[in-house]
């Protein structure tokens, strides 16, 4: 009979492995593997992950030479790990049956003792860790190639009680690399590490030989792709200019102002490997175009307006110079049921067969002659019911938008309206003929969820007599908000809103009422039902108001990386005067949110209590709403 068949198999596992290998070739040398000494979780696996005699445990080498060397090469190779884990004063020690590896004699009598194992077991193989302290960073010094010291801010060299990991000075090194970078040197990078472990102290100071690079400016901008797209328009949604100094923030401002462009669907920006003759450095924005038609259809439920049915249909690129035309269908219903106010629009004489909708039709000609100028005009018609009031109108606008650059905007141009309302104060015929004006700002970092920035608008619209308005008015409005993040990460984000609006010319019951100002709702005053917080008319119906404070506080807290709580405070009214009367009562309500963040933008789901209700009007105790983004 033949000898017995060999297996392979840890006996303890590296660091608790207990899997057995298959059964090896008939020429394989099989062996057992023990580890001891290992406590730290992470460091286990990256052992496991460096070394030879754990990864290939499944296949044992033909001989003893093959297990030597890899014995030989994990000995290294662990102990580049335990340094690379702060652990500078840590030793492995390899033991091939009770041979410690170490010299040419050791090696020797290591090859014979496995040999001699070879039919009678399996080879024993014993590595020993000693982890020792974990030593921290202590100083870091950073010098150019001259060997002078940078200049560069206290926090980037500065000790923070960190550890000396590899890892936590390669961190270093990289934000050395960006703070360089951002101040105009697009070639900055490390040459040399050079680490020095004191074991008395158990610390690491390192210096870092650093060669900043030509600082650089901007150079030519090339458009590249998109046949079907005029590159004269994406080059007005690039607002940097050649000359202007380089900067990775403003690489990135050229990519998300050209995203703006709705006819693209993706866009590169390269930076070129080298500066031209002018020292400055060239830049190529790669982009390609999405597909030209979007069709899209939307429902809708709400306890207080009922149900709706959106449908839309665009074209991103109708004349192939970025010209978009969307054409969209709105249908509501109100319902006519008992509750509070179909009631008291009964009792008001407001007849209605609960049925609103919109037609409207958007078209947008970007960069004109490739200026940053932009032609936008819009049409609507419709009936549009609420809760106190029904308006029937139709109207149109032409204006010229002119852009600043990727945050800032101006629009100037003609709108013209004709409608009647009809309300608790009665009915009012129109005919507006305004000259709207318009500015926007928009330095926040996230359209869904901002975590920095300002976002402000603001917009006046004189309806004068003399171009044939009845009734001449002024209306005005603004809207701003700040978002502040409270650590580095932005996980507690401070959000403050505030809006105004104002209505002058014409006294309340002039003004058609879907031009007042009402207060209540999700994007206003949570808690209180849609459109009912300001003046209150006959039947106890609100009536809108000639002017609008409001305000709101946020605190978004995350808790998880995909779950926040949000406590909020909202306040504010609508006013019958056409500015705020601060002796009329402002509206408080308070709540708190649940955000579920996305790879879009978060869930948002708030539950909010008004905290002084007008106890004449039927508020709810408690309203909830459900959306995508944050509530402002």
């Known amino acids: 009979m033949g000898a017995p068949e060999a297996r392979a198999f840890d006996l303890f596992g590296l660091f608790g492995s207990e899997e057995a290998p298959p059964v090896p070739r008939p020429d394989a040398l099989p062996y057992a593997l023990r580890v001891q000494g290992v406590e ?63 010299g040419e004699a050791a090696a020797r009598a290591a090859l014979r003792a496995a040999e001699a194992a070879r039919d009678r077991r ?33 926090r980037l060299t500065r000790s923070a009680d960190e550890s000396g990991r590899s890892a936590t000075v390669l961190a270093r090194q990289a934000r050395i690399v960006d703070h360089l970078r951002a101040q105009g040197h697009p070639f900055a990078r490390v040459v040399r590490l050079d680490p020095v472990a004191d074991h008395a102290a158990r610390a690491l100071d390192a210096t870092l030989t650093v060669d900043p ?9 090339t458009v590249r792709g998109a046949a079907g797209l005029d590159p004269a ?17 403003a690489i990135a401002g050229i990519r998300r102002s050209v995203t703006r462009l709705e006819a693209l669907g993706g866009v590169r ?85 609960g049925l609103g909708g919109r037609l409207a039709a958007t078209f947008v000609k970007p960069g004109l002659l490739g200026t940053r100028n932009d032609l936008v ?4 018609v419709g009936r549009e019911v609420q809760q106190s009031y029904f308006t029937d109108a139709a109207g149109g606008t032409v204006a010229l938008r002119h852009r600043f650059g990727d945050a800032a905007s101006v629009q100037a141009g003609i709108e013209g309206q004709v409608g ?69 990460e932005a996980r507690t984000i ?32 949570r808690g209180y039902a849609y459109r009912t917080v300001g003046p209150i008319g006959p039947f106890q119906l609100p009536i809108g108001g000639r002017s609008l404070l409001e305000g709101s506080l946020e605190a978004r807290i995350r808790i998880t990386d995909t779950i926040g709580l949000v406590p909020f405070l909202d306040a504010g009214t609508a006013f019958a005067s056409s500015l705020p009367d601060f002796d009329e009562r402002i509206r408080y309500a308070a709540g708190l949110g649940l955000r579920y963040y996305t790879g879009i933008g978060p869930i948002r789901v708030d539950l909010a209590a008004p905290l002084n209700p007008d106890k004449a009007l039927k508020q709810p105790p408690v309203a909830l709403y459900i959306s995508i983004g944050q509530a402002f």
């Open 213 to 221: 690079g030509p600082a650089a400016r901007l150079g030519p901008v």
């Open 40 to 102: 730290d979780d992470d460091l286990r696996t990256a052992l496991e992950d460096a070394s030879s005699l754990h990864r290939l445990r499944d296949e044992p080498p033909p001989d003893a030479e093959g297990l030597l060397r890899r014995a030989e090469a994990d000995a290294g190779r662990l102990l580049d790990v335990l340094w690379g884990y702060g652990y500078y004063s840590g030793t492995v020690t390899v033991r091939i049956e009770d041979v410690v590896l170490g």
């Open 377 to 380: 005009a819009g049409a609507f």
């Open 420 to 488: 009647s309302s009809r309300d608790a104060l009665g009915k009012v015929d129109y005919r507006l003929v305004g000259l709207p004006v318009s500015v926007a700002y928009d330095s926040t970092d996230n359209l869904l969820d901002p975590t920095r920035g300002i976002r402000l608008t603001a917009a006046a619209t004189p309806y004068p007599g003399f171009l044939g308005s009845d009734p001449g008015i002024f209306l005005a409005k603004a809207q701003g908000s700040t978002y502040l993040a409270l650590d580095d």
């Open 233 to 249: 328009v994406v080059r007005s949604f690039i607002y940097a200019e050649p000359g202007d100094p380089y900067s990775p923030e």
């Open 494 to 525: 401070l959000a403050a809103r505030v809006g105004f609006g104002s209505i002058t010319g014409a006294s309340l019951e002039r003004i058609p009422a879907s031009l007042r100002f009402f207060a209540g709702g999700g994007g206003s005053i």
């Open 269 to 353: 920006v390269r930076e070129a490997d080298g500066l031209d003759a002018e020292g400055r450095l060239p830049v190529f924005v790669e982009v390609s175009e999405r597909a030209p038609n979007l069709l899209g259809v939307a429902a809708r439920y709400s306890t207080v307006d009922g149900p709706g049915v959106r449908g839309y249909w665009a074209h991103r690129n109708l004349f192939g110079g970025g010209e978009s035309l969307r054409l969209d269908a709105d249908l509501s219903y109100l319902g006519l049921g008992q509750d509070y106010y179909a009631r008291r629009r009964k009792l008001a004489g407001i007849e209605t067969n």
């Open 122 to 154: 399996l080879v024993a193989v014993r590595i020993a860790i000693t982890q020792g302290p974990l030593y921290r960073l202590r100083r870091l010094t950073v010098r150019d190639a001259s060997g002078l010291p940078l200049d560069l801010p206290d």
